[in-house]
């Protein structure tokens, strides 16, 4: 009788924490990168215009936070700043491409009554990943367009940690790998 409690409550630990499938990134084509060192430089974000449509400022806004957080977090520069004006020769400055990311909130992984659901239903979503911006050098230095964009189908169920076994399947978040395929772009490794 303990041995079946202790079977149906491992199972459901593993429904429970399996419920979350993501993609693995691929591996990028090695770009030329950013040259020199980057540790002294400060990188500076453009803001989002305030006279976009609600929906295109909300975007603006998502892959701004985005890359704001995946540029400290890939450790390459001193300082990330976003709107300032105050620039200085050999700080870098980024130009954003359109690419649509989509809010967390929009996402089913967001809603409880899909997570209920999820523990009997298969839930799968695709998602735009990565990123697309240029970035150049102060005052008139060369733009090196980066283009880490790729797409992945999340999955939410219950069996959802079978699917990580397969070779192009994980449990690890897609932030991570975004911020490893960002520093890759920029220092040409």
Known sequence: M????????????VLLLGCWSAPRAPV?????????????KTVHLP?????????AFLSCRVRLDHLYIALVETGLFREIEIGEEVREPGDLVVD????????????PG?????????????FWWTEPL???FSIRELPAGA?????????GTM???????????????????????DVELLRRALTGE
């Open 130 to 132: 990565g990123f697309r």
């Open 110 to 122: 967001h809603n409880p009554g899909f997570l209920l659901l999820s523990l009997a239903l298969p």
């Open 28 to 40: 990028p084509e090695v770009s030329s990168g950013l040259p020199g060192d980057l540790s002294g």
């Open 143 to 151: 733009p090196l367009l980066v283009d880490t964009r790729w797409e």
């Open 155 to 177: 999955v939410m169920w219950s069996l959802a940690s079978l699917l990580n076994f397969a070779p192009g399947r994980t449990f690890e978040g897609t932030d991570r790998q």
């Open 96 to 107: 954003l491409h359109d690419f649509p990311r989509v809010p967390y909130s929009f996402t």
């Open 47 to 55: 803001k989002c215009a305030r006279d976009l449509p609600e929906a």
């Open 2 to 13: 303990i041995a079946a409690g202790r079977g149906v409550l491992s199972l459901a630990a």
